[in-house]
């Protein structure tokens, strides 16, 4: 079984990384995301777009019917990384980094304090700006995790 690979794909800036990654290797690639990002743009053969309404956890309810164990997630959602990696996923931030069961509680905690924070009038950093250095780290990254899980070392049903 290939590995196949799955974006939440309304804001990622790794798009076309991902894509040009999983067409070398030949796997399929998922891109979800809302009808109100709608695009005529064409992808390769391997490439499927999913198109969910424009709720705000649309996305990541379909993706949560889509994934299976051993899939790639590439997504900045604490709580969807969350939920995949108790469905046996690789998650992966476009910034590169690895979701794991050891780093998601405490990113999940640090997302309720900021909410807290925020509702009681405090003010929180948003996003650092995406770089070429992050497009860059999340490459290597993403190769890593290709290599290691297509090569025959791993398979998809033992991540």
């Not at 990696?85 to 992966?92: E, N, Q, R, W, Y």
């Not at 995406?130 to 049903?157: A, H, V, W």
Request: contains cysteine; proline residues 3%.
């Amino acid at each position: 079984m290939k590995v196949h690979i799955f974006i939440d794909a309304d804001a990622s800036p790794v798009k076309d990384t991902v894509i040009e990654e999983g067409v070398k290797r030949g796997l399929p690639v998922t891109l979800v995301t809302s009808i109100s990002h709608y695009s005529t743009k064409e992808y390769p053969q391997n490439v499927n777009t999913v198109y969910v309404d424009t709720g705000a956890e649309a996305a990541d309810y379909r993706i949560m019917q889509l994934v299976k164990k051993g899939d790639v997630l590439i997504t900045q959602d604490y709580g969807l990384a969350s939920l995949c990696l108790a469905k046996g996923c690789i998650v992966l931030h476009h910034t590169g980094f690895r979701y794991t069961a050891d780093n998601i509680d405490q990113l999940l905690q640090s997302r309720y304090l900021s909410a807290m924070a925020r509702k009681s009038g405090q003010r929180t950093k948003g996003p650092k700006a995406f770089t070429k250095e992050d497009r860059e780290q999340f490459k290597s990254s993403f190769r890593i995790i290709l290599d290691e899980y297509t090569d025959g070392t791993q398979t998809k049903n033992q991540p």
